[in-house]
């Protein structure tokens, strides 16, 4: 039924910090990349970051490096998202996906199942 779910969102203001968890329901978890996302009002879905299995690498968009920190840890069937700095274009809905390949997550293919979001507000 439901595969992965976030959490962690909420409204702060600009240079706050949040820290995004998506927790997976099923052990294969750790066996495949995660890759965080997210869609702002009026804007189409886009790739914030991405993780391989064992998170030895990671990827990130260019708006977000040096600001946003993806981690894993496998033992707990979740991976994270660490938000720092924020700036009000952050605002969007976070979403988490777990993808068949690392190389294919940045480009938003092959991505086998979809968390329902967290909102991530951020006020001037």
């Known amino acids: 039924q439901v595969i992965l779910v976030e959490s962690g969102g909420g409204l702060v203001q600009a240079g706050g910090s949040l820290r995004l968890s998506c927790v997976g329901s099923?052990?294969?978890?750790?066996?495949?990349?995660v890759g965080w996302f997210r869609q702002a009002p009026g804007k189409e879905r886009e790739f914030v970051a991405v993780?391989?299995?064992?998170?030895?690498?990671?990827f990130y968009q260019d708006s977000v490096k040096g600001r946003f920190t993806i981690s894993r840890d496998n033992a707990k069937i979740t991976a994270y998202l660490q938000l720092d700095n924020l700036k009000p274009e952050d605002t969007a809905v976070y979403s988490c996906?777990?993808?068949?390949?690392?190389?294919?997550?940045?480009?938003?293919?092959?991505?086998?199942?979809w968390g329902q979001g967290t909102q991530v507000t951020v006020s001037s």
């Open positions: 996906g777990l993808g068949e390949s690392y190389a294919l997550i940045p480009r938003g293919e092959k991505i086998a199942y």
């Open positions: 099923i052990p294969p978890f750790k066996d495949f990349p």
């Open positions: 993780i391989s299995w064992d998170g030895a690498n990671t």
